[in-house]
């Protein structure tokens, strides 16, 4: 099975498994630097619901978002690295600075973000909040994010 799909053929997949009964959970990040935080958010995503979908900013849509020097891995890797995870079962690429599109396509029943969200920030939240949808925040994995993976590669260089 492919897993990586456009917004018009998610769209029709989720019609399908929603028809099914199936329990659609949405997440989205640049996932740069694959790290076990992102695993084990990843995982509880999937234990929510019926399928994953995991929205996957594009490489351009990084650079705006993290700045210069960003992303380490370009938008080929990355995919090929998050579609490899058994428990994301699609993966959709946007290029917008938000996946608001893509939820509001998708309507998923469940949004999942890590802790250094506030439930309030989470964009999509009024979105499927109004059909009765839900949105889970994971604590953080302590002392690792893809920025300090950065910092201390860039210290070791010194």
Not at 30 to 36: A, T, V
Not at 39 to 49: D, F, P, Y
Not at 64 to 74: D, S
Request: glycine letters at 8%; aromatic letters at 6%; charged letters at 35%.
């Amino acid at each position: 099975m492919e897993k990586v799909k456009n917004f018009t053929q998610i769209a029709e997949i989720v019609n399908e498994l929603k028809r099914k009964g199936k329990k659609v959970v949405f997440t989205n990040g640049c996932f740069d630097i694959l790290h076990s935080g992102h695993i084990k958010l990843l995982k509880k995503a999937k234990e929510l619901g019926d399928v994953l979908i995991l929205g996957i900013n594009k490489d351009k849509s990084i650079k705006k978002l993290k700045g210069k020097g960003r992303p380490i891995m370009n938008e080929k890797q990355r995919i090929e690295i998050i579609s490899a995870i058994e428990f994301v079962d699609y993966v959709v690429p946007f290029g917008q600075p938000t996946p608001e599109k893509l939820i509001k396509r998708i309507k998923p029943d469940i949004i999942v973000k890590g802790g250094d969200y506030k439930k309030n920030e989470v964009i999509g939240k009024d979105i499927v909040e109004k059909y009765g949808g839900k949105v889970y925040i994971f604590p953080l994995v302590k002392n690792i994010s893809t920025t300090k993976i950065i910092k201390k590669i860039k210290k070791m260089e010194e």
